[in-house]
């Protein structure tokens, strides 16, 4: 099956400066999305994203689907940008399949 | 539009016990999803429905694992003589059939075995 790797696996930053985090996939997918899980537990969708680029407010992401591979780019981080980022890739059974994550942290 | 919905939030039970979860997909979502997320790990599927029908089951989803979507709205997940190994967060997802097949998330249910 597809395999997706996620780093680097923790980041910690000081409020204010920026990230990107990067999901490799093994093979073609159908979908990629990038999710933010907060300290209880609950998956927010952050991007819906198979190929191209896309940017919602300090948020941005980047999917180069011929190179397998996914960039989620954060900047000005803030104190609730903390928590668990994944990205899941649809192979072509319809299911996601999620990375380890990158845990972040930022402090004031 | 309220979310996916998930109840209980949280379930301890002892070893061997049966237990039953349930979850409300958005209403005009066609598939709905099982995962289960193990501490510092990412979500992995169980299993997921289109309507009624159970599409698809991971080798996750052992004979003691039994899931239902009974007239293609809500579905129940039950869990029979439950293990310790069983301790973890299970996630219900839903997405509509057509384009994007973005998935949405509900909270999850946190289940404790002692």
């Known amino acids: 099956g597809i395999q997706v790797e996620q780093s680097p696996p923790d980041l910690i930053l000081q409020e204010g400066a920026n990230s990107t985090l990067r999901c490799n996939f093994s093979?073609?997918?159908?979908?990629l999305q990038w999710f933010h899980q907060n300290p209880w537990g609950q998956l927010i969708n952050l991007f819906y994203i198979p190929s191209g680029t896309k940017q919602n407010g300090r948020l941005s992401a980047t999917t180069v689907a011929t190179e397998r591979y996914s960039l989620l780019y954060i900047s000005s981080s803030q104190t609730t940008d903390s928590g668990v980022y994944f990205c899941?890739?649809?192979?072509?059974?319809?299911?996601?399949?999620f990375g380890t994550g990158t845990r972040l942290q930022v402090f004031p | 539009d309220t979310g996916v919905s998930q109840n209980p939030r949280h379930k301890i039970t002892k070893r061997g016990q049966n237990v039953t979860f349930r979850c409300d997909p958005i209403s005009e979502h066609n598939r709905l999803y099982w995962y289960r997320q193990t501490l510092g790990q990412g979500p992995e599927f169980l299993t997921y429905?289109?309507?009624?029908?159970?599409?698809?089951k991971s080798r996750l989803l052992s004979d003691r694992f039994s899931a239902e979507r009974p007239k293609g709205s809500f579905s129940t997940l039950e869990i029979q003589r439950t293990e310790q190994g069983d301790s973890a967060m299970y996630l219900c997802?839903?997405?509509?059939?057509?384009?994007?097949?973005?998935?949405?998330f509900g909270p999850g249910t946190r289940l404790t075995v002692t």
């Open positions: 429905f289109q309507n009624e029908a159970q599409l698809e």
């Open positions: 899941a890739v649809v192979d072509n059974t319809d299911k996601l399949i």
């Open positions: 093979d073609s997918v159908n979908n």
């Open positions: 997802a839903s997405s509509p059939t057509g384009f994007p097949y973005e998935q949405y």
